[in-house]
């Protein structure tokens, strides 16, 4: 295998051990990405802003590391982009918006000290809708990211310019945020792996956007190993997040392919969903969910209907208000700032700001019975199988950017409201678009979810087909 070719498509694991092993330095693989970048990101617009020269001299520096024999972390010499919602110290940090499109933190979300500490090379920020609040990654500060496989259609969002990286070997690990699918749909729109952790697992700190209820953030990968190792990342306890859990989290690394025999896990029918869903979608996810059975676990002969009945509105009420609460409130009372702001995102702090408290109050209590409901089902399962969403990736209507598409977050959205976990693994392709399985698991069990995406991973070898074609359009 000649490396230099192939660093685009390797994993973060194995870049480590090339790096550390003296096969290639740090500083080439950066080289090489970049380039990349430089060449076939025109027509995608994955990046809002590319590191350059701070992702080189990072590299240098971990290369002078390794030169001295000094130790160094679980992501030495590997790529890592941040959605750009996340604060970077000394890079361009937008969240999106057209108010915040020259801001330059001068200082790091924890994700990035973290992905630093550890020796990992932030490439960049990936494109994102204004502050994450869109199922397209579309904004007013750069051209809106496309689907690698097919650049008439949306990577999808929030972290749409993360997956479409990803499926475009522009490097093997991403930071994205999901507060209702951002992260598990463009994987499964772009054919790579997200995974949303529960409730309260990963801390969350500098960023922009939701803080209460809903939003996570979590890795993106195309190798169920490499997302292992940047949980365990990022995953530490936090004393400024209020909201995060205080112990530690387990080994997602030391089980991963222990398997996933006498497993309970059962399919989810999505009733509310079927009417606006692709059959084609649905009986090719289906069929990878069977196979669950290859592995040792035991799939129930019955399958789960989810009492939803309110769900999407009680996800609204708390997440528009959460968010105008912590952000828009703000933004919108300056009439120059408000201004900048995309139709979607002014239009849900307008609609946030006429939520009466008695609303919000029924919200919560919706939500509460959802998550008792929810645990009554785990009690009979272990895992829940279903689509992550139930067609394949839309076209691109550039002259509607308000257009909000049930279809997306029918599967996904109630996760969130649970603050359960879940991972978007690659499944197979419809009409050649990329579909994919959601894994549902139950809080802080993201050890068995990677388990059993890791034994989906290598009966589906799902990272043997790219983009290749598309991608040459783009250039």
Known sequence: MNLANEIHWLPAWRLRECVVHGEISAEEIARRLLERIANHDGGIHSFLTVAGEMALDEARAIDRRIAAGDAVGALAGVRVTIKDQFLTRGLRTTGGSKALENHIPDHDSVYAARIR???????????????????????????ECRNPWDLKRTSGGSSGGAAAALASGFGPLAIGSDSGGSIRLPAAQCGILGLLPSYGRVPRHGGFGSAMFFSAIGPMARDVRDAATLLQVIADPLTDDPFCRTDPPPDYLARLDDGISGVRAAWWDNTVAAEFSDPDVIATVRAAADRIVEFGALLSGASVVLDTDMIDETWRVLDFVDRHANLGEELMRDPETAGKLTPYARTRFEWADQVSGAQYSRAVMRRARFVRHLDAVFAETDLLLSPTMGITSPVVNPNDITQRIPALVSYTLPVNVAGYCAASVPCGFVNGLPVGLQIIGRPNEEDLVLRASRQYEKALNWNARHPEGEMDLAS
């Open 117 to 143: 500490e550890a020796g990992g090379i932030i490439l960049g920020k990936t494109n994102t809708p204004e502050f994450g609040m869109y199922w397209r990654t579309v904004g007013l500060i750069a051209e």
